[in-house]
């Protein structure tokens, strides 16, 4: 196994180990950081989905960089990214720092794309990540990235960049699963 394809399995491996880190009760104490509120697990949920980002980077970049590109890369990478974004997601959701039109947008889209992908692989098609897709995926990461940072620095100069993102996101969201359906219109219709 190559290293950006160890990179996506540490990926996935870090998924629990957010998830966990907020439920753990003694760690939702409020404590204040540069005029914000935080609590030590959705400081330690934003480290885990930060380096797990970070990885998801690094793993593309390693594998273009030094032909690295597998099968497996190509289904694994995006599907080790939807899990770590709706793991993200579904934690700010409980935790009210999302609404949930956002989540159900970005998991329809997902589930969708995904159902596809499934039915390329039964016809022995592997459907790489898009660029429009790429972009999508960097957005909601960013978007999550400010959410659980309770939308600083920006909140200090009352900008409302996290709800910004939020719409950001949605529309890539929207936009690249419209964009992924027209390209691969030909598989859906091949199996109706």
Same mark, same amino acid.
């Given at each position: 196994?190559n290293? %950006?394809?160890k990179?996506t399995?540490f ?11 907020y439920y753990?009760? %003694? ?9 914000v ?5 959705n400081?330690?949920v934003?480290?885990?989905?930060c380096?797990a980002?970070?990885?998801d980077?690094?793993d593309?970049?390693?594998a ?8 497996f890369g190509?289904?694994m990478?995006p ?7 709706l ?6 959701? +409980?935790?009210?720092k999302i ?5 159900t947008i ?5 589930f969708?794309?995904?159902?596809i ?5 039964? +016809?022995?098609?592997v459907?790489?990540a898009s660029k429009?897709?790429?972009l999508?995926t ?7 990235i ?5 939308n ?7 900008? %409302?960049?996290d709800?910004?993102l939020?719409?950001?996101a949605?529309i890539l969201t929207?936009v690249?699963g ?7 219109r030909?598989?859906i219709?091949?199996?109706?």
């Amino acid at each position: 196994m190559n290293l %950006p394809n160890k990179l996506t399995l540490f990926r996935i491996c870090l998924i629990p180990f957010m998830v966990i880190a907020y439920y753990i009760k %003694p760690l939702h104490e409020i404590m204040i950081i540069a005029s914000v509120d935080f609590t030590l697990a959705n400081l330690i949920v934003l480290v885990i989905f930060c380096i797990a980002s970070f990885t998801d980077f690094l793993d593309g970049y390693l594998a273009r960089k030094n032909n690295l590109i597998t099968t497996f890369g190509k289904f694994m990478d995006p599907l080790a990214d939807k899990v770590l974004v709706l793991a993200a997601l579904m934690i700010m959701l +409980e935790s009210n720092k999302i609404p949930g039109w956002v989540v159900t947008i970005i998991l329809a889209r997902e589930f969708l794309v995904t159902g596809i992908r499934l039915v390329a692989v039964g +016809e022995n098609n592997v459907i790489a990540a898009s660029k429009l897709g790429k972009l999508k995926t960097i957005s909601q990461m960013i978007m999550i990235i400010v959410v659980l940072l309770n939308n600083y620095p920006f909140s200090l100069i009352n900008i %409302p960049m996290d709800t910004i993102l939020i719409y950001i996101a949605c529309i890539l969201t929207l936009v690249s699963g419209i964009d992924y359906f027209i390209k691969n219109r030909q598989i859906i219709l091949e199996q109706m």
